[in-house]
């Protein structure tokens, strides 16, 4: 299943948007970006995903933790992965997300991406 996986990356930087799609989707993952910007986050909820990668600091007032929040009210159930530059996992957010996975690791992402897909 992992390997068609539909992963949403949400995130706050164009470029990392691009750079983890571009390392999942060279393992067979399927990407869509949602981008943070001061207005907000809009979720594209008519789609459906395996799995979403959060990242933790975002440079407007919306926060990871108010993001995976909405995250799951709309996909109750929904596994989440952090990514972070923090060497461990926020304390503020562990009880709404899988995982974390620390920035700068491209294939511990992949693997815990695989890995949790495959719990």
């Known amino acids: ?4 996986a539909r992963i949403l990356i949400i995130d706050d930087e ?3 948007l691009k750079l983890y799609s ?3 989707e060279r393992e067979g993952f399927h990407t869509t970006t949602a981008q943070v910007n001061h207005a907000g986050l809009d979720l594209p909820r008519e789609q459906q995903f395996d799995l979403i990668l959060l990242d933790y600091r975002f440079s407007s007032s919306i926060t990871a933790v108010d993001v995976a929040h909405k995250i799951k009210e709309y996909w109750p ?13 926020p304390d503020d957010i562990a009880h709404l997300v899988d995982d974390f996975v620390h ?8 693997d815990k991406v695989g890995e949790i897909l495959n719990r």
């Open 22 to 24: 571009w390392i999942l």
């Open 14 to 16: 164009p470029s990392h």
């Open 103 to 110: 920035k700068g690791e491209p294939q511990q992402l992949v």
């Open 77 to 89: 159930g929904m596994r989440i992965v952090i990514l972070s530059d923090m060497m461990w996992m």
């Open 1 to 4: 299943m992992s390997a068609k």
